[in-house]
């Protein structure tokens, strides 16, 4: 079974660009979350999908960050324009159960914003 | 808030050390509390849980008891493998905070042969 994949693995953008990240998350899971952590700080929560809602978007920075989940399968995390407080790693995460607590995460996607 | 601290890295040791990660917690009510491992390359997976206070989880020989009295949930493993080497992260969920886990900053282990 394929776990969750995340692309690019890696984007290096100039500030004022557009980045768009993309999950695929484990197939059958309708929860989708979005996670980021910036160098030197704690993983921090941005938003939960169930299927193609949004539960919950607490996290999110501000209104740079749009995330989308068409369908109910794969979600997209657009950060435009990009500033340099934006740079760090990006995770996204899927289950089935959100209330178990486990979650099973992508190997993540490194932004650098220059 | 909800928040999560645990020792900062990197850690190392030399195979068959015994490890412990401190971690505590702050939160209100009876949160869930996780420990997260990340090995290279790959993404976090979870290690263990604990869901009620005094519970222990455990899972490849490493084990973590939910302290209500100190709000700490440290990492324990008697004998570390170099297959060990990762990152480990302590997390909670709470009811007031929906599905959204609060993690720690991480704390990298070295484990030397």
């Known amino acids: 079974e394929a776990g969750v994949t995340q692309f690019p693995s890696h984007s290096v953008i100039e500030k004022g660009q557009t980045v768009t990240l993309r999950c695929d998350p484990i197939?059958?899971?309708?929860?989708l979350y979005w996670y980021r952590r910036v160098m030197g700080k704690e993983i921090k929560f941005l938003l939960h999908?169930?299927?193609?809602?949004?539960?919950?978007e607490s996290g999110m920075p501000n209104n740079r960050f749009l995330a989308e989940r068409t369908g109910g399968t794969y979600s997209t995390l657009k950060v435009q324009p990009a500033e340099l407080e934006d740079s760090g790693v990006y995770f996204c995460?899927?289950?089935?159960?959100?209330?178990?607590?486990?979650?099973?995460f992508g190997e993540g996607s490194r932004l650098t914003v220059l | 808030g909800n928040s999560v601290t645990q020792m900062e890295g990197p850690v190392t040791l030399s195979e068959e050390a015994f490890l412990t990660i401190n971690c505590t917690y702050t939160?209100?009510?009876?949160?869930?509390l996780f420990w997260y491992v990340q090995y290279p390359g790959e993404g976090l997976q979870l290690l263990l849980k604990a869901t009620k206070a005094d519970d222990k989880g455990s899972n490849k020989g490493f084990e973590a008891t939910y302290r209500k009295e100190t709000t700490s949930f440290h990492l324990e493993k008697g004998s570390v493998q170099v297959s060990d080497s990762a990152v480990y992260f302590c997390?909670?969920?709470?009811?007031?905070?929906?599905?959204?886990?609060?993690f720690g900053k991480g704390t990298s282990l070295l484990v030397t042969p």
């Open positions: 939160a209100t009510g009876y949160p869930s």
């Open positions: 197939s059958g899971h309708d929860n």
């Open positions: 995460a899927s289950s089935q159960v959100p209330a178990a607590g486990e979650l099973f």
């Open positions: 999908f169930v299927k193609e809602s949004k539960q919950d």
């Open positions: 997390a909670l969920k709470n009811s007031n905070s929906g599905y959204a886990l609060n």
